[in-house]
């Protein structure tokens, strides 16, 4: 028997064939070995776990390569913090980037099972809630494609966001199951386990230097388990790793209580320590829900640092050399605790002093913001921050301390400045401020959109702005075209392929070889025909699930993105009303056939956003059940949106609503994926839509509206969107058909606090870019009139999105914030 030393060359196992005939036969080992199926009896998911677990194994040989590479080399490893990671299905994403999805159909076709089938049935992972989660797992996959060796840290949810039912209308939230059978992807990790505590008290202890120590000692104690899922790259390059946290009680049970007859008592450290990765987002409403955010926040961060630590200590045994080995990225806040969280480690923990730990974190630590809104720039009360985090609390009035000192006396601070870029909000209830803290413990803070960054620099972050000038940049979002193209549009990516050759598939810009094809008239004719084919198979979806039918040749008109009244469905709804009027009232007229398709999910204490979706439920059944249009508008909402809709949803759009208040959206990414498959925009200048009319050109996306200046303008002037609306003849009649109960006769006055709004400030500019938005409505319909000219400029806009790929976006932040690959 050979046993192998530290020094010994260690034998790896040679790659696994993967031809069909190899891959039917491993198959059916696994189904009958580690499944204990026979064939005869096998059910469709037991097919898809025996198929996954093959791909798997060959994974995990690539897996494995990646991490020695970067063992062995000593390269720079990125670790990307984020509250998120919407990943969806991962078994069609893994076999198209290992580049054997022919070669598992045709194993799978051997054995009488269909590869289609079987796919659909692996559950959506239910880890994000929307663009901050899916931006997530983009990144996660193009940096393996970009060979940037890579982390992903999260939360392991038991349950996610929710599972969304329509019922008589209203939102409806349910647990999301997706674990209930297991997930054959993950690993768990029994080495990889911390304690994490809350609570508690510090003490301060003489150290052998004679320099003060602080001691925390915690009150409570959880055990967090790492979970760790294989991201694979395109063409198999890299397979980097996502490694989610699970939380364990200490005392699983206490059996004094239980013996006791206390028998749900006895499993307190149980619940408390399972609800920590029950649920993404819970209420805030509540105090408690305030706490359990919290607590998850540190909960995640704290267990990712302490194991990038451990990590970096055990490969080179000192962290003077961090910032030159690690780069952490945080995405968006709620990993904003990692700033104290990592100087409390290596200052309590391991020894530094408080200024070279505090350098070591700045240039460690880089911060992504994703929004221009007060209400997403976490604040937590003093008193709940205190009492949960008391060492985190000390350490954050160190940096604040430290911080305004340099403010005053470098910089001349004024009063008011200093109480804008302070750590601790003193207006009102005093909060701990978790993007100021994020901004100071980082050395690059970047924006997502480049309108984005330059708002950063004059609305919430000005007067840091003013302290750091050297530290925002901007980073546009992308989207991995490997899933929001080559996966979701197949046979779009085969025309493509047929026309242009396959360079794009690992150079998205060379898209741009299409440009030449836009006005060719049998190319238009079989770019059309793929879109025809995927808005025939999202017609049929909608009829299993919703029992309505709908025409694939009308204009599918489509908003898909989380409910907020930001991203004003609720313009998209009354446009539609004001539609309607008009379609009854002058029938004569040649109306456009046009099916206006909405889905996304509101946040359950968001009163006002499940209003708006009662509201596109209750027009859709009054419009869809009304002869008088005679079939030429339908309104459809689609319950669940989560990845696997949007692979429908995004082939299939003939126009993307991306009518954001101007000024509000931090970058979308949902607008991207749907220009990337042929469909036309219609948008505001907001977020990276200003990326997008300078790359398609502004003659092939529709913009209308208020541009961000002009907003800030008419909220500092003082709107008047009453008299807006009196002038309106088409505005004013469709309020008065939503607030008389037209659409709501069982409660006519079910939607006046929406209308109320609106005649009182209309903060978001509903009524204020009210007729623009129609006036581009009916020149979107004109355009439709001419087939040419339409299928002209959507080819343009697929040959031109290039730019966007996600792959770009993560090079920049490699070279420019990272220092990496």
Known sequence: MTIHTETSEIPFPSPRPTDPEALAKDIVERLTYRIGKDVKVAKPHDWLTAAILVIRDRIIDRWMASTRETYDSGGKRVYYLSLEFLIGRLMRDAVSNLGLMEELRDALKTLGVEIDLVAALEPD???????????????????????????????????????????????????????????????????????????????????????????????????????????????????????LWTAQPIDPILLDAFNAGDHIGALRESNKAESLARVLYPADATPAGQEL?????????????????????????????????????????????????????LCDVHGYEFNAAWDLVRNTI???????????????????????????????????????????????????????ISLIDEGGDRRVRMGNLAFVGSHSINGVSALHTDLMKV????????????????????????????????????????????KF???????????????????????????????????QLIQSRMGLKIDPSAMFDIQAKRIHEYKRQLLNIIEAVALYDQMRSRPELDWVPRVKIFAGKAAPSYHNAKLIIKLINDVARVVNSDPAVRGLLKVVFVPNYNVSLAEMLVPAADLSEQISTAGME???????????????????????????????????????GMTAEEVAKARADGHNP??????????????????????????????????DGLYQHDWFMVAGDFDAYAAAQRDMDELWTDESAWFSTAIKNTARMGWFSSDRTIRQYAKEIWRAG
């Not at 220009?675 to 209308?704: H, Q, S, Y």
Request: with cysteine.
């Open 666 to 704: 931090a970058s979308g990414t949902g607008n991207m994926k749907f220009a990337l498959n042929g469909a036309l925009t219609i948008g505001t200048l907001d977020g990276a839509n200003v990326e997008m009319r300078d790359c398609v050109g502004p003659e092939n996306i529709k913009i209308f």
């Open 366 to 420: 880089s911060y992504t913001n994703h929004t221009l809104l007060p209400e997403a720039l976490e604040t937590w009360p003093v008193p709940l921050f205190e009492r949960l985090l008391p060492r985190h609390m000390q350490i954050i009035y160190g940096i604040n301390a430290k911080i305004l000192l340099e403010a005053r006396k470098e910089r001349n601070f004024t009063d008011a400045q200093i109480r804008s």
């Open 459 to 502: 609305t919430v972050f000005s007067d840091l702005h003013k302290l750091y000038p050297e530290r925002i940049n901007n980073k546009t979002n992308g989207i991995t075209p490997r899933r929001w193209l080559q996966q979701c549009n197949p046979d779009l990516t085969n025309l493509l392929r047929e026309t242009i050759g396959d």
């Open 293 to 345: 955010r919290l607590r998850q926040e540190f909960f995640f961060s704290s267990a990712s640092l302490q194991d990038i630590l451990r990590r970096h200590r055990q490969q080179y045994n000192t962290f003077d050399n961090l910032p030159d080995k690690v780069s952490i990225q945080l995405n968006d806040t709620h990993p904003a605790v990692s700033v104290a969280e990592l100087m409390r480690l």
């Open 722 to 755: 009453r008299a807006l609306i009196e002038g309106s003849r088409e505005l004013s009649q469709a309020l008065h058909a939503i607030s008389s109960g037209v659409f709501s006769p069982d409660d006519p006055g079910r939607f006046s606090s929406l209308v």
């Open 125 to 243: 992972a239910a880890l994000g809630n929307g663009g901050l989660g899916r931006l997530a797992a983009c990144f996660m996959e193009s940096m393996a494609t970009t060979d940037i060796p890579a982390y992903g840290y999260g939360i392991r949810y038991v349950h996610g966001l929710f599972r969304q039912q329509i019922a008589d209308g209203w939102q409806v939230e349910l647990p999301e199951t997706w674990l209930a059978h297991g997930n054959p992807w993950e690993f768990e990790r029994r080495e990889s386990a911390y304690e994490v505590g809350f609570g508690g008290q510090v003490e301060s202890v003489l150290a052998p230097d004679g320099d003060a120590r602080y001691v925390w000692k915690p009150a409570e104690r959880v055990i967090a388990v790492a979970c760790d899922t294989p991201i694979v790259g395109w063409r198999g390059k890299r397979v980097n790793t996502l490694r």
């Open 505 to 539: 598939l690992d150079e998205t810009e060379a898209l741009q070889d299409l440009n030449k094809f836009a006005e060719d008239a049998e190319f238009q004719k079989r770019f059309a025909a793929v879109k025809r084919d995927n808005k025939a198979r999202l017609a």
